[in-house]
Each structure stands twice: as structure tokens, then as C-alpha cells.
């Protein structure tokens, strides 16, 4: 059953979740968008779901599908584990790149982890890609464990990072000022907190 997750303005269109299941139905745009990202991994004739690996249960994976029209024009394969969503594969075609596709797809996979009840997003990257670890540890992923090689590609090891799923809220004021006021000449033993600049309420400074 397809779950709409995501209907941004953007005109690449919309991001649905599908089960393992639902999208078998679109075998075939996967795996011309799998050979446009990752030649050969995916024979010709080949089942997209080769992407999940024989160590996964495809069954419990999930793909986040990005259309263009009728066009699958990206995809994430989620795995869960216990402890994190695995983003096991993120493919974006060539010709709607660096138009933010991408980054929706690892949002959409954020917010399935905190639904899921999992603490994190993980995934593995080729070590020498030097500019998506730099790209994925600007937005908070962490090295986790030592570098790995994935099994088939023995000879590319690869550097396993997690990010956790939660942000911090900013801090907000939750009293109007007129509220607040007469606390604060309390606060301040009857200091008038007009002509104070700052005031320290033991969660950080803020001013006046």
C-alpha cells in the first residue's frame, strides 16, 4: 500500500512510501534509474531488490519513491534494525539533480525512523567518496565503528555513518511579556527590568 509522504510545491512531484511488495510494480523504472546511478548493479534483466542485498529481509525494507509525473526519478531503500533505519540506497536520476531531491529523500527517511521509534538514521558510504562524507557529516552524521566492506565488494571498503533523528527545539519564550515581567522583578529583587540588558533564568542568557 503506497503512503503519501511528502507534497512539497517542488515540481519534481511527490514522495511515496511503498512496501517491498508495491514496488515491484515499478521494477522496471527502478532498475533504469539503479543503472543511470550504479552500473552493474543491477543486471539488465535483473530484480531491483538486488539493491537490499541478500543479508537483509526484504520483506521489512521499505522504498521512498520520487516521481516526476509517472517517472520514478528517485528512490531510498529503508531498512530497520532495532536500533536504527538503515538508508541502505539513495539514487536520484541525472537529470533532476542538485535540485534538492535528494535532501527530501533523507528527510522523508528521517521522519520514518522517528515513526518507526528508532533513535537514528544509518548507511554506509565508499570511503573514498570524500565529498558525500563531508556532505553527510555537515548535517550531523558521526563515523560509527570502523570501515567496513560490503559483501560482493570486497576490494571497496566503506565507512559506516549514523545521525541521530532528533533536533533540538529552539528555545521559546512561553509567557507574553506581560506575563513575564513581574517574574522577572522578582528574579531580580526589584530591580526594574526595563533597564536590565540581560537576565540569566538558568537555561541560558537571553536579552532584554
Not at 515499478?26 to 546511478?37: D, F, G, I, Q, V
Not at 535483473?46 to 528512490?75: I, Q, R, Y
Not at 520514518?112 to 558525500?132: F, K, M, N, T, W
Amino acid at each position: 500500500m503506497a503512503s503519501n509522504i511528502d507534497s512539497s510545491s517542488s515540481n519534481i512531484g511527490q514522495i511515496v512510501r511503498l512496501s517491498s511488495a508495491d514496488a515491484c510494480q515499478h521494477a522496471e523504472a527502478l532498475r533504469e534509474l539503479a543503472t543511470a546511478c550504479f552500473p552493474g548493479a543491477v543486471p539488465a534483466d535483473g530484480d531491483p531488490s538486488a539493491l537490499a542485498g541478500p543479508w537483509h529481509d526484504l520483506s521489512a525494507c521499505e522504498w521512498l519513491l520520487a516521481f516526476d509525473g509517472s517517472a520514478v526519478v528517485g528512490m531510498a531503500l529503508l531498512v530497520p534494525y532495532h536500533d536504527a533505519l538503515q538508508l541502505s540506497t539513495l539514487a536520484v536520476a541525472p537529470r533532476v539533480r542538485r535540485r534538492g531531491l535528494g535532501a527530501r529523500l533523507q528527510e522523508a527517511t528521517r521522519r520514518r525512523a522517528i515513526e518507526l521509534g528508532l533513535p537514528r538514521v544509518c548507511g554506509s558510504v565508499d570511503a573514498d567518496a570524500a565529498d558525500l562524507l563531508k556532505r553527510y557529516r555537515a548535517l550531523g552524521a558521526v563515523d560509527d565503528g570502523s570501515a567496513i566492506c560490503s559483501p560482493g565488494a570486497l576490494v571497496k571498503p566503506k565507512v559506516r555513518l549514523s545521525a541521530p533523528v532528533a533536533r533540538e527545539a529552539p528555545f521559546e519564550w512561553l509567557l507574553e511579556w506581560s506575563q513575564l515581567e513581574p517574574l522577572l522583578t522578582r528574579l531580580l529583587d526589584g530591580v526594574d527590568p526595563s533597564t536590565a540588558s540581560a537576565v540569566d533564568l538558568g537555561c541560558g542568557t537571553s536579552d532584554l
